[in-house]
């Protein structure tokens, strides 16, 4: 069962980006950096696994339009 919470943004050239620093965004999806269609052989071993949040990115980002 999906549980809502308030989610932290602090990007604001993000669309989702709203007053306080929250996300209005309906998901988030957050993937690893090292997880990309060039790094597919590296897919099966904790190479893939992030070690700090600096290791992730958020592919919900969406520019904001001004």
Do not use: H
Request: glycine letters at 10%; aromatic letters at 10%; proline letters at 2%.
């Amino acid at each position: 069962m999906a549980k809502n919470m308030e989610v932290k943004c602090y990007v604001d050239s993000c669309e989702y980006w709203s007053k306080n620093n929250f996300c209005s965004a309906d998901g988030i999806e957050v993937d690893n950096q090292a997880m990309s269609d060039m790094e597919i052989g590296g897919l099966g071993g904790n190479e893939a696994e992030a070690g700090s949040s600096r290791e992730t990115y958020c592919r919900t980002y969406k520019p904001r339009t001004y």
